[in-house]
Nanobody, 120 residues
């Protein structure tokens, strides 16, 4: 069994920064790509950052230059550094990991999410 747990959300003023963490644990054989998504009330889920096993990162134009995804492979953790936050970044942020479990099953796992609110 694999668990994904996000943390680090909170209330921040416009222009501020937050760093989200995604901890992946359990019966892990291989972690492939990991992605951060966000979803605001009444809006569709949006992909905000991905990192592949090889370290390649991608971002949509809405966050490029402001958000940075990084990994600590030794700790099976993925981070999302968010700078120059705007009210439009307010959303629930979710980590999604593509994992091969020790049992030989490969699947994508979601965390429960962490709320980010950008407001003065």
């Amino acid at each position: 069994q694999v668990q994904v747990v996000e943390s680090g959300g909170g209330l921040v003023q416009p222009g501020g920064s937050l760093r989200l963490s995604c901890a992946i644990s359990g019966s892990i054989a291989v972690i492939y790509d990991v992605a951060w998504y966000r979803q605001a009330p009444g809006k569709q889920r949006e992909l905000v950052a991905t990192v592949t096993r090889g370290g390649t990162t991608t971002y949509p134009s809405s966050v490029k230059g402001r958000f940075t995804i990084s990994t600590d492979n030794a700790k099976n953790k993925v981070y999302l550094q968010m700078n120059s936050l705007e009210p439009e970044d307010t959303a629930g942020y979710y980590c999604n990991a593509d994992v091969l479990a020790l049992q030989g099953i490969r699947s994508r796992y979601w965390g429960q999410g962490t709320q980010v609110t950008v407001s003065s």
